[in-house]
T-cell receptor, first 114, second 113 residues
Framework: ELKVEQNPLFLSMQEGKNYTIYCNYS?????LYWYRQDPGKSLESLFV?????AVKQEGRLMASLDTKARLSTLHITAAVHDLSATYFC??????????????FGRGTQLTVWP | DAMVIQNPRYQVTQFGKPVTLSCSQT?????MYWYQQKSSQAPKLLFH???????NEADTPDNFQSRRPNTSFCFLDIRSPGLGDAAMYLC????????????FGEGSRLTVL
């Protein structure tokens, strides 16, 4: 079974600071997804990364994928309180297919304080 | 407009009393998933359907069953809920051949008394 590890699991950061969340996975995959979840809510798609070297940016968040290292990063620039949420990465277990199972990391609970 | 709709949003049941959760989608996606998410944990895949083909995860308890009568609807039946089944149940869809992105419903939160 594919293992997906995120770190850190808990992140408390001051507004205006930068930080990176890491997502490592155990088997070959060329599809990785980042989701955001607010307390008591469902998951909202943030980024879809479909190839080695893919980089996507939206506002203060930037995600990248290195399939050779089996690593994705979610970089936060100049954090603001509205970014407080739990962030999950998810990896497609079957390479080159959209029919595979999506496995989630444990999530990174981000709190941004003034 | 909501594209993946789950009902009910909140369900309270008694220990051992069967529960059915429903999911409908307007995206015409051929793949549908049920995930279980407990507090502060990652979503855990229970089943998925590719069209009518049913795929059960090896560690999904027999207490959980699923039905997909047509493309738009999928049901999760919990035959005899235990206290450990209290969780958020998330339905998601994806289109085969697309980016593989999952679209989630708002979830159904199950409480077992």
């Amino acid at each position: 079974e594919l293992k997906v590890e995120q770190n850190p699991l808990f992140l408390s950061m001051q507004e205006g600071k930068n930080y990176t969340i890491y997502c490592n996975y155990s088997t070959t995959s060329d599809r990785l997804y980042w989701y955001r979840q607010d307390p008591g809510k469902s998951l909202e798609s943030l980024f879809v990364l479909l190839s080695n070297g893919a980089v996507k940016q939206e506002g203060r968040l930037m995600a990248s994928l290195d399939t050779k290292a089996r690593l994705s990063t979610l970089h936060i620039t100049a954090a603001v309180h509205d970014l407080s949420a739990t962030y999950f990465c998810a990896v497609d277990a079957k390479r080159g297919s959209t029919l595979g199972r999506l496995y989630f990391g444990r999530g990174t609970q981000l709190t941004v304080w003034p | 407009d909501a594209m993946v709709i789950q009902n009910p949003r909140y369900q309270v049941t008694q220990f051992g009393k069967p529960v059915t959760l429903s999911c409908s989608q307007t995206l015409n996606h051929n793949v549908m998933y049920w995930y279980q998410q407990k507090s502060s944990q990652a979503p855990k895949l229970l089943f998925h359907y590719y069209d009518k083909d049913f795929n059960n995860e090896a560690d999904t308890p027999d207490n959980f069953q699923s039905r997909r009568p047509n493309t738009s609807f999928c049901f999760l039946d919990i035959r005899s809920p235990g206290l450990g089944d209290a969780a958020m149940y998330l339905c998601a869809t994806r289109r085969a051949g697309g980016t593989g992105e999952l679209f989630f419903g708002e979830g159904s939160r199950l409480t077992v008394l």
